[in-house]
């Protein structure tokens, strides 16, 4: 029962609270699918974040392509880089995806001074980028593949059975044909073909590779050889007849100024004499003729006659062939140059703090003497600039066969000013 009349305002307000509910029931349901439907999107369809990292490990440099001839030579290593891009992107990145090589574009080929190439890095997903890369570049040359063509020495692993002695070895073929870098093949000395004799004193008759090797007898690596493989014949001589001992060349005279004697072969190394066990004993050597090298500025091949004591037979001809090495020395020259003003605009003016600058080069001492000081070029760039300073690099152009070592000063203080 009620009281007072209260009990009706309460179920009055029950009554709207159930209808504040129900009204318009499918109108509410659908306003709320829809606000799920676009707050789906919209986290869908959001902007992923970027971010910016450094790759975890070193991207290895692969060697590119090279023109025709030629071979790069320089080490190439590993980069370590820094990526930027979408998070969920860039955190997918692998070693894989990865490809980093250096940019030939540029490089002049055969020239001895390295060239710093580009490093370039690409990803597979363009959405990522590299941002950064440490080495931004590597010190590369393209160099000449060339050749050479040169005898083969037999060379002796051990020695011959007890009471004999190696004869005039033979071998076939003769020559072979060196390839590979041309600073390389300069470092052949020689080319041996290394056999073992063995127990038995029966002439020896083996098949030996053709290793290239330097002046000091190290083999030369990254050479190819034509053909690889030579066959040596060594025949079994006694030993109270014979003896085989080195050849060594004499020279007279002095190379031209600037230039030295950098190495000196003789072919053959060794000679097998014969004669009288106590004509033989005293042998310790053959020598040359000697060759006159007055005045000399490249490389030179010259036959000499062997010097044969009395009583003495060489038992192989009686010439050797003597190769010299000529290069140049290496120097530097300083030149007082002028700085030149290039593409100042039209109606302006300019002038520099400093009039000229010193240009220090690097080079053969032969081309620096021969160079003449309006050879090199030292100017600063005006272009697109107006009235007012300017501290600018100074730009040097050089001649070839020579490298810029230092400028004083490196920058200066150029002026404009509008013309009255």
Excluded: C
Aim: charged content about 15%; overall charge neutral.
């Amino acid at each position: 029962m009620s009281v007072g009349g209260l009990a009706r305002p309460t179920w009055r307000r029950r009554l709207a609270l159930r209808r504040m509910v129900t009204h318009d029931l499918p109108m509410k349901i659908a306003a709320v699918v829809i606000a799920l439907l676009f707050w789906v999107g919209y986290t869908q369809n959001a902007i992923p974040r970027d971010v910016t990292i450094t790759f975890a490990g070193r991207v290895p440099v692969e060697r590119p392509t090279v023109p025709s001839g030629f071979v790069l030579r320089g080490q190439l290593g590993d980069v370590a880089i820094k990526l930027s891009g979408p998070e969920d992107a860039v955190s997918r990145i692998g070693l894989s995806d990865l490809h980093a090589t250096v940019d030939l574009a540029g490089i002049d080929a055969g020239r001895p001074e390295p060239y710093d190439a580009k490093v370039d890095v690409t990803v597979s997903n363009d959405s990522v980028k590299v941002v950064d890369k440490s080495p931004a570049t590597i010190a590369v040359r393209l160099e000449r593949i060339t050749s050479r063509t040169l005898s083969v020495q037999p060379k002796f692993a051990n020695d011959p059975p007890k009471g004999t002695q190696a004869g005039l070895a033979s071998v076939s073929p003769k020559e072979v044909n060196v390839v590979g870098p041309e600073s390389s093949v300069a470092q052949v000395a020689a080319v041996f073909a290394t056999v073992r004799f063995g127990d038995v004193g029966v002439d020896l008759s083996d098949s030996a590779p053709a290793i290239p090797v330097d002046a000091n007898g190290l083999a030369v690596d990254g050479l190819q050889v034509e053909p690889g493989t030579v066959r040596v014949n060594v025949p079994l001589l006694p030993t109270a007849t014979t003896k085989t001992v080195p050849v060594l060349w004499t020279l007279r005279g002095a190379v031209a100024p600037g230039y030295w004697i950098s190495r000196v072969t003789t072919d053959p190394v060794t000679v097998t004499v014969s004669g009288e066990q106590s004509a033989i004993a005293t042998v310790e050597r053959i020598e040359t003729a000697a060759i006159d090298v007055t005045g000399l500025t490249a490389s030179r091949t010259a036959p000499a006659a062997l010097l044969v004591p009395d009583g003495i037979t060489v038992m192989q001809p009686a010439a050797a062939s003597i190769t010299l090495t000529v290069v140049p020395l290496a120097g530097t020259r300083p030149f007082y140059t002028a700085v030149q003003i290039q593409n100042v605009g039209a109606n302006l003016d300019a002038s520099l703090d400093i009039g000229s600058v010193t240009v220090t080069l690097a080079g053969p001492a032969p081309t620096l003497a021969g160079l003449n000081p309006d050879q090199v070029i030292a100017s600063v760039d005006a272009s697109g600039k107006v009235a007012g300073q300017y501290t600018l690099d100074v730009a040097v152009k050089l001649p070839s066969g020579v490298t810029l070592q230092s400028v004083q000063p490196t920058r200066v203080t150029l002026t404009i000013k509008g013309r009255q």
